[in-house]
């Protein structure tokens, strides 16, 4: 027997997930410790599920530990292309169902994957973060519990208010929109450095009714394996996400010459959607419909000080926006411009600062930075050090060893020259440049910002006086997507700094907004009139 409820439901409200502090022996910090512990000693072996089916392909990859890359922590199975045309064909099967379930429903499952993170899942996400991703406690706590669960509560809220949205109407006639999912399925490809968009990158299109086929990183699969379990428990049908993990332009391949792509959900580095694009551009006629294609990319964020900066906000931010989680953030600060008034100060004050921060393993939970994701980031980032002793001055840091896991030191570099290759180019790690300015020159400096980097994703400025502010906003309007004032250029949370950035920086749809949502859905608009006209002539026929 069918049943339709009757009646305007509305989600709960929306509130950010509190940030446990973990601080020595506090019962949360005991309860993770222990998962920690047991974890280490697991195993997993990831499959590819399709339909729910777990399948076990025997082309079999290793997930290794950052901090300590000996050691195993995951066995994964790769896709192989016929299964990837197997899953798509599984999911456009189970869209049929999915589609028609009324959203309240479908949100009710993110709802609940929400609940469930907050609770019992809690511990595995958080560890399966700090150990596959090198996460210390805070970053992973803020990343795999706190976002993701934000994600899925906020979305639900984002959608109940984009289905509300209706238009006009009067006593003659009834509109009416229905916001219908894509006609296909959408291709999810997620990176490895949050766990969180690995959960929103395909939840966010299937709590709008559509199926994704989930590929997610290979440097993340711990992660990413239980974020697919708990949605599973927490009741999604199978089919609406699939997983298939495998080789990325093989999977790619597949899923981007299909014709039912009906959308990309990317995250990642700009070359890598760049050539999605391409492929997209060059399958055009293959598809039913236009790809909705949505990616958020590289950065090469700043920070640009005004000589009425407060100096110790500044030197905070600059270690804090650079440093965390090994600046393998794309929002993280990776360039600074520094009045040459206060350059002195704020060098000591952050050589200071690094000198404290201690480095190594997450499973110590004094370490403030940890390694690297894997060996190919390891190799660049000490390229790109010995590439700044060479040509620019270290100012501290430098350092790199590989003997258990990937440590790249914390690096300040100075350089002269406001066009040096480490002042413009993506390096995704633990390396901050700065370019010293005299203080006389603000505006010219705040136009070598802008045009510096072809990236556009996150920014920010230090100023006590109003009128640097002011005059810093809107030089700076479409260098960032993101722009903070007095602040790190990092730290986006959900429902209160949409994120994502312009120019190389991706579509700027930003993530875990209505404004995303948006992508995700195909509006149809009915128009129904309630006595339609039954003369052909019109009145000034006479
Ligand atoms: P990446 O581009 O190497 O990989 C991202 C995903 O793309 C992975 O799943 C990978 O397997 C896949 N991939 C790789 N080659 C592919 C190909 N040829 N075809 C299809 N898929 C392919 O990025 P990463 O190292 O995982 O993440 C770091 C990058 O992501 C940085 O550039 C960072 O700035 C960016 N990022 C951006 C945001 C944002 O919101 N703007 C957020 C996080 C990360």
């Known amino acids: 027997m069918s049943f339709a409820f009757d009646g305007t439901r509305r989600v709960p409200p929306a509130v950010n997930e509190p940030v446990r502090s973990y601080a020595p022996g506090a019962p949360e910090t005991v309860r993770l410790?222990?998962?920690?512990?047991?974890?280490?000693?697991?195993?997993?072996?990831?499959?590819?599920?399709?339909?729910?089916?777990?399948?076990?392909?025997?082309?079999?990859?290793?997930?290794t530990m950052p901090?300590?890359?000996?050691?195993?922590?995951?066995?994964?199975?790769?896709?192989?292309?016929?299964?990837?045309?197997?899953?798509?064909?599984?999911g456009l099967a189970?869209?049929?169902?999915?589609?028609?379930?009324?959203?309240?429903?479908?949100?009710?499952?993110?709802?609940?994957?929400?609940?469930?993170?907050?609770?019992?899942?809690?511990?595995?996400?958080?560890?399966?973060?700090?150990?596959?991703?090198a996460k210390t406690v805070h970053q992973a706590e803020i990343d795999a519990a706190c976002e993701l669960i934000d994600f899925w509560r906020f979305n639900a809220a984002f959608a109940e208010s984009l289905y509300a949205e209706q238009p006009l109407s009067d006593h003659s006639m009834w509109n009416q929109q229905d916001y219908r999912p894509l006609e296909g399925f959408v291709y999810a490809v997620t990176p490895f450095n949050f766990t969180a968009i690995g959960g929103n990158l395909p939840g966010a299109p299937a709590m709008m009714g559509n199926v994704a086929l989930w590929k997610p990183s290979q440097t993340a699969m711990l992660s990413a394996w239980h974020t697919f379990r708990l949605l599973e428990e927490a009741g999604l049908p199978p089919g609406v996400i699939n997983f298939v993990p495998g080789n990325a332009a093989a999977v790619s391949d597949v899923a981007l010459g299909h014709r039912d792509l009906a959308g990309v959900h990317f995250t990642g580095s700009t070359g890598v959607f760049n050539s999605m694009w391409a492929t997209i551009g060059a399958n055009m006629g293959k598809y039913r419909s236009y790809p909705r294609i949505v990616g958020e990319t590289g950065g090469k964020d700043f920070i640009v000080a005004h000589a009425s900066a407060d100096v110790q906000a500044l030197a905070v931010a600059m270690v804090r926006g650079a440093f965390e989680y090994q600046g393998q953030k794309c929002s993280a600060a990776s360039r600074a411009y520094v009045p040459a008034s206060l350059w002195p100060e704020v060098r000591d004050r952050c050589v200071a600062m690094m000198a404290e921060m201690k480095q190594g393993d997450v499973r110590d939970f004094s370490n403030f930075v940890a390694a690297v994701i894997d060996r190919r980031a390891y190799d660049r980032l000490a390229a790109a050090q010995a590439e700044a002793k060479r040509t620019a001055t270290v100012v501290a840091g430098g350092g790199a060893s590989d003997a258990t896991g990937w440590f790249v030191e914390p690096t300040l570099v100075l350089a002269e020259d406001g066009g040096h290759r480490l002042l413009c180019d993506e390096l995704f790690g633990p390396l901050l440049t700065v370019h010293v300015y005299?203080?006389?020159?603000?505006?010219?400096?705040?136009?070598?910002?802008?045009?510096?980097?072809?990236y556009a994703l996150t920014g920010a400025v230090f100023a006590r006086d109003r009128a640097a502010v002011r005059v810093a906003t809107a030089a700076l309007r479409q260098a960032a997507g993101n722009f903070y004032i007095n602040d790190k250029p990092t730290g986006a949370v959900v429902g209160q700094q949409p994120f994502g950035g312009a120019r190389g920086s991706g579509t700027n749809d930003k993530a875990g907004s209505k404004m995303n949502l948006m992508r995700w859905v195909s509006p149809r608009t009915i128009k129904e009139t309630f006595a339609p006209p039954t003369d052909w002539r019109y009145p000034y026929l006479g």
């Open 33 to 63: 410790k222990a998962r920690l512990d047991a974890m280490a000693t697991e195993v997993p072996e990831i499959p590819v599920v399709i339909g729910g089916r777990r399948i076990h392909t025997g082309d079999v990859g290793t997930v």
């Open 67 to 90: 901090c300590d890359h000996r050691h195993v922590l995951a066995t994964v199975h790769q896709a192989t292309p016929a299964l990837v045309e197997e899953a798509i064909a599984d």
């Open 94 to 133: 189970a869209q049929r169902e999915w589609a028609s379930w009324r959203w309240e429903d479908r949100v009710a499952v993110f709802l609940r994957a929400a609940e469930l993170l907050t609770t019992s899942w809690r511990d595995t996400l958080t560890g399966a973060t700090m150990l596959g991703q």
């Open 438 to 454: 005299d203080d006389a020159r603000w505006s010219e400096t705040l136009a070598l910002v802008d045009r510096t980097s072809p």
